[in-house]
């Protein structure tokens, strides 16, 4: 809601991507407000601390302003793995 109370549509973008070259991994995400209004992004994942570390919205709150974009860049060790 913006500061009238009026509702306003959010438009948040998401993109990842990962790579693994047998010996460790390299993970990708952007985050994008493009949304009039700032937002919040929370991730809730499991993953080690490393990772969350690297990649704030995972387990902690980001905030992006109107038109911020965010892009982490992480390698791992080994494969990366995700579950269900």
């Known amino acids: ?3 009238k109370g009026t509702i306003v549509p959010v438009k948040l973008n998401f993109a990842s991507q990962g790579k693994n070259d047998g010996n460790s991994s390299y ?7 493009d949304s009039p209004l700032p937002v919040f992004v929370l991730v809730n994942l499991t993953a080690t601390k490393y ?3 690297k990649v704030p919205m995972i387990q902690n709150k980001l905030q992006l302003e109107p038109g911020d974009k965010q892009l ?12 269900p």
């Open 1 to 3: 809601m913006d500061p």
């Open 72 to 83: 982490f860049n992480v390698q791992l060790e080994g494969a990366a793995v995700a579950k």
């Open 27 to 33: 993970l990708t995400y952007l985050v994008q407000n």
């Open 51 to 53: 990772l969350v570390d």
